[in-house]
């Protein structure tokens, strides 16, 4: 049994979070990403996502000082801001206090951006780590109506990260009944 296609094998086995870039991600670049990742499944089709391409150097510094705690390979790279709209996203039979499906469907798009990326051939990394409210200070017109949900920097990569570990296959199945 294979998989019948060996070049999504590669991308899956070959990608690498990147936080060292020779040049940032076009425009261009940004907005075939896009393409592919709105592709994503989400909750009842909801898509609850939208995004911020950013290309500008100088706003990438920006979100680099103000908002990621300045770690530097932040501003070598464009960025995606993926935002949620959790207003729109689907309120699932499990929800409580108007839990939503907005963070598990950006999640999947985000996946899907940063594959599409190393299709590409552009390395990409998810940041986490950024503190919301600033980026408010600087888009303060998405305020109340848009949450943050990660940022992702794309560029052409400098490095070449040896593999991170992960758990086999055997470690991840609990049972098989
Ligand atoms: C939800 C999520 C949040 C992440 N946040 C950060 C982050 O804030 N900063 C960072 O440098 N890497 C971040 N990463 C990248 C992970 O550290 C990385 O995917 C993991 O160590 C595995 O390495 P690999 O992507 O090269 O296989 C994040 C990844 C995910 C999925």
Redesign the pocket.
């Known amino acids: 049994m294979e998989f019948n296609s060996a070049a999504l094998r590669k991308l899956f086995e070959s990608r ?2 990147i ?1 060292k870039y020779k040049r940032a991600a076009t425009l261009e670049e940004l907005r075939k990403i896009v393409e592919l990742a709105r592709l994503a499944p989400s909750a009842k089709n909801m898509q609850p996502w939208k995004v911020s391409l950013v290309t500008d150097p100088d706003l990438r510094v920006k979100i680099r000082d103000e908002v990621c705690r300045g770690r530097e390979f932040i501003a070598q790279a464009s960025l995606i801001l993926i935002w949620t709209e959790p207003a729109i996203a689907y309120k699932s039979w499990r929800a409580v206090d108007g839990d939503n499906t907005a963070d598990v469907d950006a999640a999947i798009f985000t996946t899907y951006a940063i594959l599409a990326a190393k299709s590409l051939g552009l390395g990409s ?5 950024f503190d919301e409210d600033k980026i408010f200070d600087i888009f303060p017109d998405k305020k109340r109506k848009y949450r943050l949900f990660a940022i992702l920097t794309v560029g052409e990569p400098a490095e070449e ?1 040896v593999p ?1 570990g992960r758990k086999s296959v055997d470690e991840i199945i609990l049972e098989e009944r």
């Open positions: 690498r979070s936080r990394c998810w940041i986490a780590a990260p991170r």
